[in-house]
């Protein structure tokens, strides 16, 4: 560079024009990568790297801002025609004209800075935000900057007014003079004069009660429920004003404020809506049959499906982190046509701090909307299905016994044995009626669930099946456990008639008779000690002097535990 | 434990801190203490001679604080930027028990156009005391010219060879009074043109700009920060025709510098400013025949004014999403009516915490509302006396160690009370006094002489100033009505 004298040749700006170079490429690296990143952290380093050279010749750093350009000490270090790439121009639109930097900004500000410069760059034209509002919340201390205000061009300035002294005329003096005299003629005991003698001394400085009394004003200040406290306001509105048209906004407000608190994750404020709602209804004057219906109406849009579809998979998909509480409340206002969507989500859950709170929810409204129960047992798919026979089953909910009864009949053995479960659970006369028809069910789970329902229940009316099976070929290639529920239900249910039968069985050998297997044998020996009674003692007392089977050994000796 | 141990025992206890939390810990809270102390001499060398037992304790104080600053480092810097005093460069915060100690001492740093003062560890005693005098001189005076030049010129003088004045970093349009003035009064016409377009595009049903409200709350905060005395001299300005509009702006102001005396951050200043701003905008759904209405009042036309509050809230909520507005702006549009009994208007029916914002909101609302002019009350009430039944009246409703707040930030006769003075001059109250010892004695502008003859614009005078023998100067011995002589008094402020 030749010395032609003029000032801009005069000035060194290699070192200025690398940093604005490397801040341009860390702008580009914020908005590309995440903080975590090695390109992101590598650009910080650059950019906290590019202010040493500069502060080793100057204490601070004053940069113009043009349209296009960015300037300092009349050399122009970053130019970008494109305003789409421009980095003057997001200063530059916003009304930001110059941008200094003192020492030490390299520390953490200047990252702080890039940041709202990014997000100022996101800002759609309608935002709250653009750029200044932005760099006002950050409160830099290293950072300094000017600014025009756009758009003020039209605004009136301020201007003294026509009739005053200062651009009107005064009186006379004499005139004003005379008017002291007056004001101040009766200045010994004025009536209109504030005397400090008069205010209470403390006036002076807040006492300390005081100074404590406003700290805490302000930490409640801070730590207030803001939703809750503007819900309350709204209900109380609500509820007095009785002008159509506002009670009609009012409810809009309510509304659409529910997806808000929802998207936010703010359950509890819901429940809260949700509660206060029902007190609306309930004390609200003069509330018109369509107010009363959009009331009705909103906690009702919660339970519907679609939207509880929505808060379910945000919660399955841990976007929301509520608290379990938080989640019982809101769960505990849910109404009863949630429950299908409910008990949709149950089984696909993932999350388990959702499942406890939701289930307890489905519980509280099976238990109080049979009907809704009917309607998800008629239509519900498989998964919905299982979910809520074993709701079902926990609730001993006995209108559903005749479901359950033709679900019996199902192709899928999963169904048949959820719905035999719930009707041993239920345990009702009916419920017993209808599990009768498991008991020759194709699948051995059902079939014990079935046998040993009825007979620890005392169901007589199965007692010809259970004896057919006994005494059939039916448990010939039956595993011991359907064997022993059988035998044990047979004994249950013909009580000291069936010694007749066991005896013979767990005999090790009789005249013309083949010996029955270990397995049966030991089977009538519990069966033995389910009857209990001095005969089926007797047989099994004498059944363990002889036996050596072990199996059967052992089942006798358990019998005849149960018996003593 | 001998004299002398507990002479030791305080540099010890620096050294602790230092080694524990550093040197910032240790300058904020040793720092603390020497404006403490700097505070209490100034404050004792204003009101007694030198001699006074109580000013040279206070030196002592002044000189034995320094001392342990200068034990950490070598050289002691007192610095001031905008709102915030640094010593050794660790900001320290305002907080409700120092507040008025530091705005004292910003207040008399920036009058004599002080940015930074340096002590080195060579200073002493004697030297603080002729710093002190004549700084409080410097403040007080009306000076022609330079300030800063002519109190460094008085401090070689005076053989003031340790302690150094340094001039303000900020640029020179801000050491300019007249800059500064500028500058409020761009905030405060912006500020009303916002109101203006925002309570006239709901009335018209159109989208007000949240955008602009921000910036416009955004910058009454940094002027009330920065520039306290201009912003709050523009809240004299009360146009009839645009009463609603001055009116937000005058409440907004109001708040956000009482907010500041309660040691509220930035980001705070900022929402109570904001909710303050818009407490009103309810009132741009009141037929304009009411609000205007000269007559009196129907009882349904005084119910429709009534529900400005909840009004206020139903076009919050409609000004664009709910992630713009803040709850609190809602909040204080509702409740700035309601007592702390929580009667007044509207009424409520579930347990309700008046959130102290709006109690700031209601004390500024009710001062301005009152002080005044406007269609149902063309004669407003002089403004001390709004005060006095503010403080004495409780069934206004006020909080009252809010309106005490208020009582501090404006004095006992608040910007832009016309006075009579004992000299029996015409005088503009033109700000509080900055010591709040001497409520009753704010900084005046005189704007007539006892002969009647007109000043333009006429000298500021302190009226906590003492003569030789410390009887003050000149005092005040009547509140008057501007009207009267056909003064207006915001016109001394714009």
Excluded at chain 1, 141 to 168: C, F, H, K, M, T
Excluded at chain 2, 99 to 122: P, R
Excluded at chain 2, 171 to 189: F, G, M, Q
């Amino acid at each position: 560079m030749t010395d032609t004298g003029t000032p801009e040749q005069l000035v060194d700006s290699s070192a200025v024009e690398n940093l604005v170079r490397v801040l341009v490429k860390g702008l580009r690296a914020i908005q590309l990568y995440l903080p975590n990143n090695p390109i992101y952290q590598k650009a910080v380093e650059n950019v906290r790297g590019g202010f040493g050279p500069v502060w080793e010749e100057y204490t601070e750093l004053d940069i113009y801002v043009t349209e296009s350009a960015l300037v300092w000490e009349g050399v122009e270090v970053y130019s970008q025609e494109s305003k789409s790439e421009s980095v003057a121009w997001v200063l530059f639109k916003d009304g930001v004209r110059t941008l200094s930097f003192e020492q030490g900004v390299e520390d953490e500000e200047i990252v702080a800075l890039l940041e709202v410069i990014k997000q100022a760059q996101s800002l759609p034209k309608d935002a709250p935000d653009d750029l200044l509002t932005l760099l006002w919340e950050q409160d830099f201390q290293r950072v300094r900057y000017s600014a025009v205000e756009l758009g003020a061009e039209g605004i009136a300035p301020l201007q003294p007014s026509d009739s005053g002294w200062v651009r009107g005329t005064a009186p006379e003096a004499e005139t004003i003079k005379k008017q002291i005299a007056e004001d101040t003629q009766d200045a010994e005991s004025p009536s209109g004069i504030v005397k400090i003698d008069e205010f209470d001394g403390t006036l002076y400085f807040l006492d300390e009660a005081e100074l404590k009394y406003l700290q805490e004003e302000i930490e409640r200040e801070y730590s207030q429920d803001l939703r809750t406290n503007v819900l309350s306001m709204l209900f109380d509105l609500t509820e007095l004003q009785t002008y159509t048209a506002v009670r009609a906004e009012l409810i809009s407000i309510t509304e659409n404020f529910i997806p808000y608190l929802l998207g936010v994750g703010d359950f509890r404020s819901v429940a809260f809506l949700l509660r206060e709602l029902r007190s609306i209804l309930e004390r609200a004057r003069e509330l018109l049959p369509e107010h009363r219906k959009a009331i009705e109406q909103l906690p009702a849009r919660l339970s519907q499906s679609d939207v509880l579809g929505q808060l379910l998979q945000s919660l399955d998909e841990a976007v929301l982190n509520p608290t379990e509480d938080e989640l019982s409340e809101l769960f505990g206002e849910l109404q009863p046509e949630a429950l299908q969507s409910v008990l949709e989500w149950l089984p696909r859950l993932s999350n388990e701090s959702v499942r406890e709170p939701l289930e307890r929810a489905a519980l509280r409204l099976a238990s109080t909307h049979p009907d809704q129960v009917t309607e998800t047992l008629e239509t519900a798919e498989d998964p919905v299905l299982l979910t809520t026979m074993r709701l079902i089953a926990r609730l001993k909910l006995t209108p559903f016994v005749p479901v359950l009864g033709t679900l019996l009949a199902r192709d899928d053995v999963e169904i048949r044995k959820e719905a035999a479960n719930g009707l041993a659970a239920i345990g009702s006369p009916g419920a017993m009626r209808e599990l009768e028809k498991a008991i020759d069910d194709g699948d051995r789970d059902v079939r014990v669930v079935a046998v040993r329902a009825l007979s620890e229940r005392g169901h007589r009316a199965a007692f010809a099946k259970v004896e057919a099976v006994v005494n059939g070929k039916m448990l010939k290639g039956a595993e011991l456990t359907e064997k022993t529920a059988f035998f044990e239900a047979y004994g249950l249910l013909a009580g000291s008639a069936g010694v007749a039968t066991l005896k013979p069985m767990l005999e090790t050998k009789g005249l013309l008779r083949r010996r029955e297997d270990p397995e049966t044998r030991a089977c009538a020996a519990m069966a033995l000690g389910k009857i209990g009674d001095e005969e089926a003692a007797a047989a099994l007392r004498a059944a363990a002097a002889e036996e050596k089977d072990p199996l059967v050994k052992n089942a006798i000796n358990r019998a005849l535990r149960e018996i003593t | 434990m001998t004299e002398s141990d507990q002479q030791d025992q305080a540099p010890r206890e620096v050294l602790a801190d230092v080694m524990e939390d550093g040197n910032e810990a240790a300058f904020r809270e040793r720092g603390r203490e020497f404006l403490l102390a700097f505070y209490a001499a100034l404050r004792n060398l204003r009101l007694y001679p030198v001699e006074n037992v109580q000013v040279q304790r206070a030196l002592d104080e002044v000189e034995n604080s320094a001392a342990v600053l200068l034990e950490i480092e070598p050289e002691l810097e007192v610095r001031v930027a905008g709102e915030f005093i640094f010593v050794n460069s660790t900001r320290l915060r305002l907080a409700l028990d120092n507040y008025s100690t530091f705005s004292y001492i910003l207040t008399t740093l920036h009058e004599c156009g002080i940015g930074a003062l340096h002590a080195s560890v060579e200073v002493e005693r004697r030297e603080w005391q002729v710093f002190l005098a004549l700084l409080l001189s410097s403040a007080s005076a009306e000076v022609e010219g330079d300030r800063f030049a002519e109190l460094e010129k008085k401090l070689a003088g005076g053989g003031v060879t340790h302690i150094e004045v340094e001039a303000p970093w900020e640029s020179t349009t801000y050491e300019d009074a007249e800059a500064r003035k500028r500058a409020a009064k761009r905030t405060y016409e912006q500020s009303v043109a916002v109101t203006q377009e925002v309570i006239n595009s709901v009335r018209m049903g159109r989208t007000a700009s949240v955008k602009k409200v921000k910036r416009a709350v955004q910058n009454i905060v940094d002027q009330v920060l920065q520039n306290e005395t201009s912003i709050v001299g523009l809240t004299t300005i009360r146009d009839y025709d645009q009463y609603t509009f001055n009116h937000s702006v005058n409440v907004c102001i109001f708040s956000v510098s009482m907010g500041k005396r309660l040691a509220l951050s930035k980001l705070q200043l900022y929402d109570l400013g904001l909710a303050a701003l818009l407490h009103d905008v309810g009132k741009s759904r009141v037929p304009l025949d009411v609000l205007n209405k000269e007559a009196a009042l129907t009882d349904d036309e005084w119910r429709i004014i009534q529900a400005h509050p909840w009004l206020g809230v139903l076009t919050l909520f409609g000004l664009r999403g709910y992630g713009e507005i803040p709850y609190r702006g809602i909040i204080v549009a509702y409740e700035h009516h309601m007592k702390t009994d929580l009667t007044g208007y509207p009424r409520t029916i579930r347990q309700r915490n008046l959130s102290v914002f709006s109690k700031v909101v209601a004390v500024a609302d009710g001062f301005d509302a009152a002080t005044s002019r406007r269609v149902y009350q063309t004669v407003p009430v002089q403004a001390d006396q709004v005060l006095r039944e503010m403080w004495e009246n409780r069934r206004r409703g006020y909080d009252s160690v809010l309106v005490k707040s208020l009582i501090n930030l404006l004095g006992i006769y608040p910007v832009g009370t016309c006075v009579v003075l004992d000299t029996y001059e015409l005088a503009i109250v033109h700000g509080a006094n900055p010591d709040t010892t001497q409520l009753n004695r704010p900084v005046v502008r005189v704007i007539c002489t006892a002969d009647g003859s007109r000043l333009d614009p006429g000298p500021l005078v302190d009226l906590a100033e003492v003569d030789a023998n410390g009887a003050f100067k000149k005092s005040i011995i009547k509140v008057t009505d501007p009207g009267k002589y056909g003064i207006n008094p915001s016109d001394y402020f714009v």
